[in-house]
C-alpha cells in the first residue's frame, strides 16, 4: 500500500501539495491537509533518501566510533558511521554501508548483519534507515569526501562507548537508537 493510501485509510486527505525547496540531499514539501477529525491543517515534511549507520565491532570486541563537527548544532559529535549516497538513492542498503564504513572509517566488513529499519523524525520526514552490525573488520585507507576531511575515527571498548553515553558525550539520537536496537537483539 502507498503512503498515500496508508494516509487516507487512516483518515487524511491531502488537498494539496507543493515543494517549497530542493537540493541534491534535501527538499522541503508543504502539504495543505484535513485531519480525521474535519480540521484543516499544514504539514512540512523534510524529503532525504535512505540512510545507513553502521555499528562497526571488532573480534576483540571493540568498536569504531567518528567524531564530526557538525554544522547545524554548531558542536563536533560522537557518532557511529553513517550517511546516504545522494547520487545514488536506490542503492542497495548493504552497499551502502558497506560504502560508507569503508568511506568514513576505512574498515571493509566481512560480515554486514541488517539488524532493522527505523525513521529519523518521522514527526517531519520520511528519512528511512537501516542499522547494521559489522563485524569480521579489517582496516585500510579511508576514502572522506572534500566535504568529510575532518572526521576522526576512534576505537574503544563497548565499556569506553557505553561511558559516553551515560556521561552525555554522546548526542547523536541516531547513533544512540542504533545502539539501543542491536543491543535489545542481544547481538553485542
Known amino acids: 500500500m502507498s503512503i498515500e493510501e496508508e494516509r487516507k485509510k487512516a483518515g487524511f486527505t491531502t488537498v494539496s501539495t507543493r515543494m517549497a525547496y530542493s537540493n541534491p540531499w534535501t527538499a522541503l514539501r508543504e502539504d495543505v491537509i484535513i485531519h480525521p477529525n474535519g480540521k484543516k491543517g499544514l504539514y512540512g515534511i523534510v524529503e532525504r533518501g535512505e540512510f545507513v549507520v553502521i555499528l562497526p565491532m571488532h573480534a576483540d570486541g571493540r568498536i569504531t566510533l567518528i567524531r564530526q563537527f557538525r554544522y547545524p548544532v554548531g558542536e563536533r559529535l560522537w557518532e557511529l558511521p553513517m550517511g546516504m549516497w545522494e547520487t545514488k538513492p536506490d542503492a542497495d542498503p548493504i ?7 569503508r ?4 574498515l571493509r566488513a566481512g560480515e554486514m548483519i541488517h539488524v532493522g529499519t527505523m525513521y529519523q523524525g518521522a514527526g517531519y520526514s520520511n528519512q528511512k534507515g537501516h542499522v547494521f ?3 569480521n ?4 585507507e579511508n ?4 566535504t568529510e576531511q575532518d572526521i576522526t575515527t576512534h ?8 561511558a559516553l553515553i551515560e556521561q552525555g ?15 535489545s537483539k542481544g547481538l553485542i
Open 95 to 101: 552497499e551502502l554501508a558497506l560504502g560508507e564504513l
Open 103 to 106: 568511506e568514513e572509517t576505512g
Open 133 to 135: 552490525l559489522a563485524k
Open 137 to 140: 573488520l579489517t582496516r585500510g
Open 143 to 146: 576514502a572522506l569526501e572534500e
Open 155 to 162: 576505537d574503544m571498548s563497548l565499556a569506553e562507548f557505553e
Open 169 to 183: 558525550e554522546m548526542k547523536c539520537m541516531v547513533s544512540l537508537a542504533a545502539f539501543g536496537l542491536i543491543r
